[in-house]
Structures are given as C-alpha cells and as structure tokens.
C-alpha cells in the first residue's frame, strides 16, 4: 500500500468530468461526464462502449452499489437512491423493483445520450426534492442545418464474460427536421473474478432502441417527440436469492420549444411524458429453494414540466414548475412444495399513488466579470396514496390508526457564491432540502434486504427527512496544471433507516428477524475529493484524483455504504489519429464501516488497466478501433460497495469498433 500511495503521489487521475466555464455566471457545484454524440462517442472515451454504470463509475461525486455485472445503483454523495433524483432529460422515473435491480440508469445506453450532468446536494433540485443531489441523462439531439445523413456501426466484445456487443444508428437533419434512431444489444455470460473463478448468475440480455423526431414549424418553435424501450431478459444477480426473467421499460415525451422574441425571455420549454416499467423476478434458475416465489412489480408514470430562463440586467433567472403521477405496484406469490397447500400471496408495494407538483425557482447574481451569487428555492406537494384495500388493511396490522392518504409539504433553499480571478477560482454556499419516505421506506411490506439478511416493513408515519449542508471548493489553474479541491457536509434529522423488532416474526426463511423503518435524530456525512492535472507535453497528461467520505449516525456508528479512501491515477497519451493511457484504481481498507447496520469491513486493492485506440479515416468515412485491458494483474477484490462482497471481475480483455460513414 505505500508503494501505490507513493506512485499515487507522483502520478494523476483521468478524470472523464468536465466542468462548464462560464466567468461570467455564477457555476453550480457540479461535474459533467461526456458521453458523447453518436457520431463522437468513439473519440471521447477509453472504452467507447462501455455501460451507462461504467461511464458514471468515472465521476468524482458518483459511486455504484452491484449486485451483479447488470443495472448498477448510483450513489451521489455517499447517499443512495431514495436521498437522491435521476432523471432522464428532466423526465421523472421510478423503477419497479422493491430490491432496486432496476435503476433508471439501467434503461438508457451509450448510444443515445450525450452527458451525464451530476449536480451535489440541492444544486439539484430543478425537477423535485433531493438530499444528496441529483443525476440528469441527457439525450443526444440532433440539430437543424443543410440536408444530411448519418450511418453508424458499432461493434464490441470482451473476454472475460464473453460479452457480445452490437449496435447500429441512422441520422436525418435538414432546415425542418431531424431524426435520430439507434439500437444497441448486449449478451453476456458469467463473468470469471480474479484467479478465474467464476461467479454464477452474473449473465444478462439486453436490447435497447431509442427514437427521436423533431420538427421546426417558425423559425423560433420546435416540437419534438421521443421514444425508449428497453427490455433486458435473463438477468442474473448473484448477491441476491432471485434473478430476473424480464426487465422492460417504454419512455415517450413530447416536448414544445419556444425562443420568445423578448430581450427579457430567452427560452421556454415545456414537456409532457410517460413511462411504464415492468419488472419481474423469480428464482426458478436457482438449485436450492426452499419454496419458489414470484415477485413481479410495475411502474406507471405521467408527468410534465415547463421550464423558462430569462436575462435581467445582472441577473440570470431560471424557473421550473413540474408535476407527476406515479402508481407503484409490486407482488409476492409463493407456491409451497406441497401441491395440496395453498397459495401464499400479499403486496410488497401495496399500489402506492404518489402525486408531486412544484416548483424551482434560480436566479444566478452576476456581481461583476470575477464573481456572483446563485440563490434557488423550491416548494412542493408530496400525497401519497393506498389504492389496494388488501395492501391497506395489511400495513394497519402494524399501524392501525393509518389512513389511506398522507399528504406532505416539501421545500428547499441554497445560495452558492462563486469567485475567479487569474488563475484562482474559489466558491462556498449553503443549503436545506427536505425529502418524502420513499415508497418502501412508507409502504413496504416484508421486503427482504440480503445483505442484512432482515425482512423490512415501511413505516408511514415517518416525518420529512430535513437536510443542511454546506460545499465549499478552492481551485487553481495555469497553462499546464490545474488542482482543485472541493468538499462536502450534510447533517441530515430525522435520518430513516431501518431498526430491528425483536416482537415481530420475519416472513422470509432464514431471515435475521424484522426491521422497521424508523427516524435517527439526525446523521452526518462528509465528502471531500481532490484532483489535479499536469501537462507534460501537447501530447501527454498526468492526472492525480482523491476522494474519502465519512458517516456515522447520531449515535456514533458508522453508516453503510460510505467510501473510504479511494484514488485514481493515470498517464494519458493524445495525438491526432490515436491515443493511449496507463491507469491505477483503487481504494484502501475501510477502517470504518456500518457494522451496527450489518456491513462488512474491504481489504484494500489496487489495479491497473491499459488501452489504446486508432481512427481510420478513407473517403469520408471513420473507423475507430479501441482495445483495452481491465484489471492487467487479474486482482481478486470487492469493494465497500458490493452487495453481499461478490467479488469483481477479472482480467477483461475488451474491442470496440466504431464505424461512420
């Protein structure tokens, strides 16, 4: 470990995030990761066809919980997914699956977006309540201009899980209109972890087809609309009990664009959207079952926004009013050995309506050429509501003074100050944001967590969960370095999570016992990250990154799922017509982890990965070849966060071709 430390100290991290500059107005605390445009998603990146989880595993401020090599869940500022917002466009989502193997994530590809916009804490609360911050996948868009198509082929595969990779897009632009379709397929088998053991039920199918059309009908109006549908088959999770036989999702919008003829307003657009998700899980793969279950859910949302910036003296306004109607669904049936006995049936989300209208309001302060000041705020109508009398009348077995309604007041406010100047740029801010239970931390019934190995009851009573933060970031940069550091400090009350019943019996076999989700005083967690890059020629980069987080509860105990001390490190090559990097990962041991919450300590682990690339450019036309190795030493590892520490994959040997004409 010294030794990496010392090569850490004399080496730089890769960093894939970008930040916008804009002297002039004040920057939210935010990192974007490239993803690129179809026909440039080859040239920006190390392995161009890499997963959506992969791509975010980059930033600085994001890490994944796995359960397998499929559907990664994101963590943003050490905090999962019920503290934090993902959206798709601005485009509000929620999965289907009461053990979150489908993030919103996993239903987009590589091919259709073009950036990934992390924001921290309530910097990112534009489309609704967040703690942690939020995620916004942008779409690739086409634009109007002279009449052209565009074709791509993209092709890739990767040793280790023998994963077969094939997509293709078709493009249409001219003064009116503009088309993009694409597809993308990804087939799978085990993967093999380091010394070449394999690790079952790891495989997964995947077919994702993305459309968009736009039309401008005046010279400031467009009017376009969207589609995804994404379905993966034969998903294996090996830390958990079940597998996944389907995991489908359709997302369609229709979105207006209006460049009002105003010194006052510059734009105007308003979108309406739906999307359904079906997911079901089943164990009907696995050897040894004590009795076979089904545990399929749904997911139906409609929503809307409209949003409009405008431009006042030094001021930079940004409003958003934004609305959705979510109906979550899921099931268990279990079918007991015995054919004479019956059924075993109940709702584990007991057809939750939840019913959200808000609005964000922004207004970015330019004090002068070297420094200004955002300050937003939002306020918003959070009801839940019990549709299922069955599901009702299980839950006040536990509560039984509940009613079927709960409606919640949710609000928000921060305020940043930028400043930049010659080669330093500093900034600080703070902030309070409140958050509604999700739906299984309000209504789930006996939801079985693997990890802990206790089945969890949602608890509807809960209060709001309340947020005061506070970011700060110095940085410096010249024509051949630039450093930054940034850090990150939430005190959270009324912290939810889930406390063990001794009085009550667990539903599932060989469960630890019961939990209900209950509310801490409070709990703290903080960020802090540091990267730096040195120019060693035209050609070459030296980059250096470190992060560390820190947690604990009101009592003292350390928090699950917090990273430790992690860096990243790498040597970039770049000229015209190729490109190469040398890179080292990895974290140290946790010294500090959630043991009171049922986690397990990580060794430490380093590993070292290489790729290189080379376009081809005849007659027009571009091929880009990529090829690259994971994890060169084959390490064996797991990391603070991978469920049950099903360790990660081996040596992986990986080619992507990408062609354009």
């Keep these: 470990m010294k030794n990496i430390l010392l090569l850490l100290l004399c080496s ?135 009449q052209q198509w565009d074709f791509a082929l993209n092709t890739g595969f990767e040793t280790n899980n023998r994963q077969k990779i094939v997509g293709s897009s078709v493009n249409y632009a001219d003064s009116t209109y503009y088309v993009d379709t694409d597809v993308m397929f990804r087939e799978a088998d085990n993967y093999a972890a380091g010394n070449n053991r394999e690790i079952l039920y790891s495989q997964f199918r995947k077919l994702n087809f993305s459309g968009t059309a736009g039309f401008k009908f005046f010279t400031n109006k467009l009017l376009e609309a969207s589609v995804i549908y994404d379905k993966a088959t034969d998903v294996g999770y090996p830390a958990l009990h079940m597998d996944v036989s389907l995991a489908e999702a359709l997302i369609t919008s229709l979105k207006y664009v209006v460049i009002p003829k105003s010194s006052l307003v510059k734009d105007w657009e308003t979108k309406v959207y739906f999307n359904t998700i079906t997911h079901r899980m089943d164990d009907t793969t696995r050897p040894s079952v004590p009795i076979h279950m089904d545990m399929p859910g749904w997911s139906k949302t409609f929503g809307m926004y409209s949003k409009a910036t405008a431009v006042k003296n030094r001021h930079h306004f940004l409003a958003n009013f934004n ?145 005061i933060e506070t970011h700060a970031f110095i940085g410096y940069k010249k024509e051949k370095i630039s450093t930054k550091i940034s850090s990150s400090f939430f005190r959270i009350s009324d912290y939810i999570i889930g406390t063990p019943d001794t009085v009550l019996v667990p539903m599932t076999i060989g469960a630890s016992g019961v939990k209900l989700y209950t509310a801490l005083s409070y709990a703290t967690i903080f960020n802090v990250d540091w990267n730096s890059e040195i120019a060693l020629s035209n050609s070459l980069k030296w980059n250096v990154g470190l992060l560390y987080s820190l947690g604990k509860d009101s009592n003292g105990n350390a928090l699950p799922l917090v990273n430790p001390l992690s860096y ?92 354009n004409l």
């Design 12 to 146: 730089g991290f890769f960093s894939y995030a970008q930040e916008t500059k804009d002297s002039l107005v004040p920057k939210d605390l935010k990192e974007v990761i490239v993803i690129g445009k179809k026909t440039q998603i080859h040239e920006k990146q190390s392995k161009s066809l890499a997963t959506i989880d992969e791509f975010l595993d980059k930033g600085s401020k994001v890490d994944l919980v796995k359960r397998g090599a499929y559907a990664w869940e994101p963590l943003i500022n050490s905090m999962a997914t019920e503290r934090t917002l993902i959206t798709i466009d601005g485009m509000r989502i929620f999965g289907a699956c009461t053990d979150k193997m489908d993030p919103i994530t996993s239903y987009v590809e590589v091919s259709n977006l073009s950036e990934a916009t992390i924001k921290s804490g309530q910097q990112g609360s534009c489309f609704g309540s967040t703690i942690g911050g939020a995620i916004d996948l942008k779409r690739s868009q086409n634009r109007f201009g002279s």
């Design 323 to 467: 609305a959705f109607y979510n109906q979550s669904v899921a099931e268990m049936t279990m079918y007991p050995n015995d054919p004479n006995e019956n059924l075993m049936f109940m709702y584990t989300w007991p057809d939750v309506r939840t019913l959200y209208t808000g609005l964000f309001a922004e207004d970015q302060w330019v004090f002068n050429c070297h420094s200004g000041l955002k300050l937003s705020v939002s306020a918003g109508s959070h009801t839940n509501d019990v549709a299922s009398d069955f599901g009702l009348q299980s839950l006040q077995i536990f509560y039984p003074e509940m009613s079927r309604q709960k409606t919640r007041f949710l609000k928000s406010i921060a305020a940043h100050y930028n400043y930049h100047k010659g080669e330093w740029e500093y900034g600080f801010g703070l902030g309070y944001g409140e958050r509604a239970p999700s739906v299984s931390e309000g209504y789930g019934f006996y939801l079985f967590n693997s990890s802990d190995r206790f089945d969890y009851v949602g608890n509807p009573n809960l209060s709001n969960e309340k947020s």
């Design 568 to 659: 990243k490190t790498a040597l970039t090559f770049t000229k015209v017509k190729y490109n190469a990097a040398i890179e080292c990962v990895g974290n140290t041991a946790q010294t500090r982890y959630g043991s009171v919450y049922g986690e397990t300590n990580t060794a430490d682990f380093a590993l070292l990965n290489a790729n290189f690339g080379y376009k081809w450019v005849v007659s027009g036309s571009k091929l880009y070849t990529k090829i690259g190795v994971e994890n060169i030493l084959d390490a064996y590892y797991t990391t603070y966060s991978d469920w049950n520490k099903v360790p990660r994959m081996g040596r992986n040997i990986f080619v992507n071709l990408n062609f």
